[in-house]
C-alpha cells in the first residue's frame, strides 16, 4: 500500500512563500506522476501542479504559474510545492496525490493515492 503524507502549511502573509513537503512510503513512487491539488472553503478540490517521474514534465494551473513550482526528490520519495507570492485566494487544504503510471495529468480522478492535506492560510 503507498501512503502520501504532506507537511508545511501554515499562516503567512500576502506575498510571503511557504514549500509544501510530500513524502511517499510504501512501494516506490519514483516512475510515477505526482501532484498537488487544493480545495479551497465553499469549493471543490482543483488542480495545483503536476510532474512526471524526474521533473522534466511539469503542467500548472494558470492562477499559480510563474509563483509556484513543483519538483521532487526520488532518493527522498519526497515531492515539494515552493509556493512564491502568496495571495489570498490561495488559502486552501492542499493535497498530495501519486497516481499509478507516468503521464502527467489534470484531473483528479487520474490519481489513486492522496494525502490527508495540509493547510495554507493566507491573510491579506
Known amino acids: 500500500q503507498v501512503y502520501v503524507k504532506e507537511s508545511g502549511g501554515g499562516l503567512v502573509q500576502a506575498g510571503e512563500s511557504l514549500r509544501l513537503s510530500c513524502e511517499a512510503s510504501?512501494?516506490?513512487?519514483?516512475?510515477?506522476?505526482m501532484g498537488w491539488f487544493r480545495q479551497a472553503p465553499g469549493k471543490a478540490r482543483a488542480f495545483v501542479a503536476a510532474?512526471?517521474?524526474?521533473?522534466?514534465?511539469?503542467d500548472y494551473d494558470d492562477s499559480v504559474k510563474g509563483r509556484f513550482t513543483i519538483s521532487r526528490d526520488n532518493a527522498k520519495n519526497t515531492m515539494y510545492l515552493q509556493m512564491n507570492g502568496l495571495k489570498h485566494e490561495d488559502t486552501a487544504v492542499y493535497y498530495c496525490?501519486?497516481?499509478?503510471?507516468?503521464?502527467?495529468?489534470?484531473?483528479?480522478?487520474?490519481?489513486?493515492?492522496w494525502g490527508q492535506g495540509t493547510q495554507v492560510i493566507v491573510s491579506s
Open positions: 510532474t512526471n517521474w524526474d521533473g522534466t514534465t511539469t
Open positions: 496525490a501519486a497516481k499509478i503510471g507516468m503521464v502527467v495529468r489534470t484531473d483528479e480522478q487520474e490519481y489513486e493515492y
Open positions: 510504501g512501494p516506490t513512487l519514483a516512475r510515477n506522476a
